[in-house]
């Protein structure tokens, strides 16, 4: 079950956090990456990268865990989630990560998901699948 986070504002009212809703708190309008992409992003910078231990795990981390290995498909994967705009950021961003390959495992995964159309999900998720498994 997910688990609701509540966020004090100011004069005392509460806002609740439920990813499962897409409640996001103060990151509502936020735009989301992928693993990929942020991984794609640190490869990139033109800096020598700062010498702090955060910053090498969160590298370590996305080298680990991208599932997109060159910056053509994970801009590949953007432009597919582009294309059904019923697709929450937050949702796309998770699908980019998690890599379902079935409609039934996303939605248990993305609990939102549960309204989007299975066939539309299923061809998305194929086409995503497709893209991890044909990248150069």
């Known amino acids: 079950m997910a688990q609701v986070h509540e966020r004090k504002l100011r004069r005392g009212q509460i806002e609740d956090e439920d990813a499962s809703k897409l409640q996001l708190g103060v990151f509502q309008n936020v735009g989301c990456l992928t693993i990929s992409e942020v991984k794609h992003l640190i490869d ?32 590949s994967v953007r432009e597919v989630f582009k294309k059904d705009e019923s697709l929450h950021q937050f949702e796309a961003a998770q699908i980019g990560n998690l890599c379902p390959e079935e409609v039934d495992e996303a939605r248990t995964l993305i609990p939102s998901l549960q309204n989007h159309d299975e066939q539309q999900l299923q061809a998305l998720l194929d086409e995503v699948a497709t893209l991890r498994k044909f990248q150069s």
């Open 44 to 75: 990139k910078r033109q800096l020598p990268p700062p010498d702090m231990p955060v910053f090498k795990k969160a590298y370590d981390y996305v080298q680990t865990f991208a599932r997109f290995k060159t910056q053509d498909a994970a801009m």
